[in-house]
C-alpha cells in the first residue's frame, strides 16, 4: 500500500484509516484530504447506526463518505461535493456540532448532524469543504495545501 498524506482528527484511529484504505473504500482516482471521528445523528437528534459502531466523516477531493465501521459490517455513503452544503455550531464545553444537508438529484434532502467534535474541526472541515469544491489545478492545489491545517 502506498503512503496517503491527510488531515486526521485528533481521536481517529490510526487503524481504522488504514482499515479504510486497505478495504479500498474510497474511490478509484479521488484523492484524500482529511478524516474526522465522531458520531451520526439524523437531524431529529436520532442516533444513525448502533454503540457498536465508529464514525468517520471523510472529504477527498472529489467527495464525502459517511463511514460507519462495525465490528462485523459496515456501512459506507458516499455523496458528490456539489450535493453537500456543510455548516458547524457549538455545543458543549470544547465539542460542535458539523450540519451535513445533502440533497441528491430529484430527491429531497436529508439531514445529517456530525457530532462530538473538537470545537477548533468545525472550521477546518469548512476549510477541507471550500478547498474540495474549489476544481484546483494540480499546480494551485500544491500551492494550497501547505496551508491546510495540520494535525
Known amino acids: 500500500m502506498s503512503e496517503v498524506k491527510l488531515y486526521a482528527s485528533a481521536h481517529a484511529d490510526p487503524a481504522h484509516i488504514r482499515?479504510?484504505?486497505?478495504?479500498?473504500?474510497?474511490?478509484?482516482?479521488?484523492?484524500?484530504?482529511?478524516?474526522?471521528?465522531?458520531?451520526?445523528y439524523a437531524a431529529k437528534n436520532e442516533r444513525v447506526g448502533g454503540l457498536a459502531f465508529h464514525d468517520y466523516l471523510i472529504f477527498s477531493d472529489q467527495s464525502i463518505?459517511?463511514?460507519?465501521?462495525?465490528?462485523?459490517?459496515?456501512?459506507?455513503?458516499?455523496?458528490?461535493?456539489?450535493?453537500?452544503?456543510?455548516s458547524a455550531k457549538h455545543t458543549d464545553e470544547g465539542f460542535a456540532a458539523i450540519n451535513l444537508t445533502i440533497t441528491p438529484k430529484d430527491k429531497d434532502p436529508i439531514g445529517l448532524i456530525f457530532d462530538l467534535v473538537q470545537?477548533?474541526?468545525?472550521?477546518?472541515?469548512?476549510?477541507?469543504?471550500s478547498l474540495s469544491n474549489l476544481k484546483l489545478s494540480k499546480p494551485l492545489a500544491k500551492t494550497l495545501m501547505p496551508t491546510c491545517p495540520t494535525r
Open 65 to 86: 463518505y459517511l463511514w460507519a465501521r462495525g465490528i462485523h459490517k459496515d456501512y459506507l455513503d458516499r455523496f458528490p461535493l456539489g450535493v453537500v452544503s456543510v
Open 19 to 40: 482499515e479504510f484504505f486497505e478495504k479500498n473504500l474510497l474511490r478509484e482516482n479521488e484523492t484524500p484530504i482529511a478524516f474526522f471521528d465522531g458520531i451520526f
Open 119 to 129: 470545537q477548533t474541526k468545525p472550521k477546518k472541515s469548512l476549510h477541507f469543504n
